[in-house]
């Protein structure tokens, strides 16, 4: 039973769900398949395997799979890559269980690529010391993990699972505990179901840019609702853009993925000059935030930014790269023939909701995994493919506490309700975010930023949407330096290395 109202709604003590998974990408049917066979529910905002940044990575799942690679060297390019920002325990907790992580894929189905004589293929990307990213049929991965864990769940009884429906607010009881999630179904009605324990799945934020690699849908609906709720947030203004996606024109933006430049394929501008070496020693294998900028300066400096994979890959682009071929044949450019047009968009946000060892939040009741979590495996700046190894990590070690845990009845708990922007409203922002909280970013642009955030809150108060970009923005103007994925022109140097919390309702940051 539960009671509403035009700001809140309620909802009583009584039957629930044991374990509610808001979010349906690899994160939350990873955890999903770890927790049988205890009960869980599963929310997926559209048929499940679609509109899942999951099912969109390329690259792969970055593990120390080689026998002359280690755990201790994948963590020590892990902490390389993250400017100083990534917490080394992480870093080798992820490391040491990615191997054991991968075989659990390959039990599900998943068909990585092997060589001729049946080990793993092992690609190199950049910022790694080794080869060692497991992929699909060049740039498939994500398609093929996605299907192979949808498969799975579809014949595990103890799943449940809703689609069309996504979360707008967290349950609470009158302590604060975290008592499930208040849903709105495809016809806008609402309503609340209760858990036991609630974890959050959702994915990231770069639908909140106008040029964005992710679905648009995923707009840092997690971070706002775990704000509102007082949940603790960590370093939300490093968003990585990735270098290459494809510049054609649609929303999302294709992804040329970086195996391509791990082959051999190089930048050029529109002068066919190769510029990568004017910016960075390592030239195309240069951590991701620096091969974004210089592509970026390159566009703005009027000369344009190509990706020529003409001789690195050739006539193999159809076999050895399905998805960025595809992609480029349906905008009518060749690749085999034709250099790519490329682009920095927003790909991945490094910042989140903060998790322990074991993903809990600082809210009881609350697991968080995936993408909309802020673990310190990813620093400033992400290691290539160590996202969806970030992913079934903490799924796994989420499942494993909750599977010894006695989960109690939740008790009465409420939330509020949130409003909307418009479609009017959200390319605004999305615009002003590209624009003032982009590649590079100064003062005066993120105080424009949140002034049109201060506008827009006027006239929908609380859009979760807006709550998050507002929080980037602030986040991005309080960090008066530049590390990693956040790049200040008015402040262009590196500073202390230090994380910055935001806790609710003061915003105010502090430093442990």
């Known amino acids: 039973m539960f009671e509403g109202t035009a700001h809140r709604i309620r909802a009583e003590a009584g039957a629930s769900v044991d374990v509610l998974i808001v979010g349906a990408g690899l994160a939350g049917l990873f955890l999903a398949l770890k927790l049988a066979p ?42 390389a890559a993250g400017a100083g920002l990534v917490d080394p325990v992480i870093a080798r907790l992820i490391a040491e269980d990615g191997p054991a992580r991968v075989r659990d894929l390959l039990a599900l189905g998943v068909p990585f690529d092997r ?61 604060g505990r975290v008592a499930g999630v208040v849903l709105r179904g495809p016809s ?16 990231g934020s770069g639908g909140l840019f106008r040029v964005t690699t992710n679905p ?49 394929a190089t930048l050029h501008n529109a002068d066919g000059r190769a510029f990568m070496l004017d910016y960075h020693p390592l030239a195309e294998l240069a951590p991701r935030d620096e091969v974004a900028r210089a592509i970026h300066a390159e566009r703005m400096a009027g000369r344009g930014a190509f990706l020529d994979c003409r001789q690195a890959v050739g006539h193999h682009f159809p076999d050895h790269f399905p998805t960025v071929f595809g992609a480029c044949m349906s905008a009518g450019i060749d690749p085999r023939t034709q250099m790519i047009p490329v682009a920095p968009a927003a790909h991945y946000h490094m910042g989140g909701i903060v998790s322990d060892l074991w993903g809990r939040s600082t809210l009881a009741g609350l697991s968080v995994c995936g993408e909309c979590s802020s673990t310190g495996a990813h620093g400033a700046n992400r290691l290539a493919s160590n996202s969806l190894l970030e992913a079934v990590v903490f799924s796994e070690r989420i499942a494993r506490r909750l599977n010894g845990a006695v989960l109690d009845a939740p008790a009465a708990s409420e939330a509020g309700l949130p409003t909307s922007l418009n479609d009017g409203q959200l390319l605004q ?50 960090r008066t330096e530049s590390r990693g994925g956040h790049f200040r022109a008015d402040y262009p140097h590196t500073g202390r290395p230090q994380r910055q919390f935001i806790a609710h309702p003061a915003t105010e940051r502090v430093t442990p």
Do not use: Y
């Not at 679609?50 to 593990?63: C, H, K, N, Y």
């Not at 806008?188 to 994915?203: I, M, S, V």
């Not at 960590?234 to 853009?241: G, P």
């Open 38 to 79: 205890r009960h869980c529910l599963v929310i997926s905002p559209s048929t499940l395997g679609q509109a899942a940044s999951s099912a969109w990575a390329q690259g792969g799942l970055a593990a120390a799979l080689d026998p002359l690679d280690s755990p201790a060297q994948h963590a020590a390019d892990t902490i």
């Open 429 to 478: 922002l999305r615009e002003a975010m590209s624009a003032h909280c982009g590649v590079i970013r100064d003062a005066a642009g993120l105080t424009d930023l949140l002034g049109l955030c201060a506008d827009l809150e006027r006239e929908a108060p609380g859009a979760r949407a807006l709550t998050a970009a507002r929080l980037i923005a602030e986040g991005a103007l309080a």
């Open 216 to 264: 648009r849908e995923a707009q840092g609906d997690a971070i706002a609702m775990a704000h509102e709720a007082g949940a603790l947030l960590a370093d939300l203004e490093f968003v990585q853009f990735h270098p290459t996606g494809i510049d054609i024109g649609r929303d999302p933006a294709p992804l040329a993925t970086e195996a391509l430049r791990g082959e051999g």
């Open 115 to 175: 060589t001729p004589d049946g080990a793993l293929a092992l690609s190199l990307e950049a910022a790694h010391s080794r080869p060692r990213v497991a992929r699909v049929s060049g740039d498939l991965a994500g398609k093929a993990i996605m299907d192979a864990l949808v498969a799975a769940v579809a014949a595990t009884p103890s799943i449940e699972l809703i689609e069309g429906a996504r979360a707008v607010s967290l349950l609470q009881d009158a302590n």
């Open 188 to 203: 806008g009605e609402l309503a609340p179901r209760t858990a036991r324990a609630t974890a959050l799945c959702t994915g």
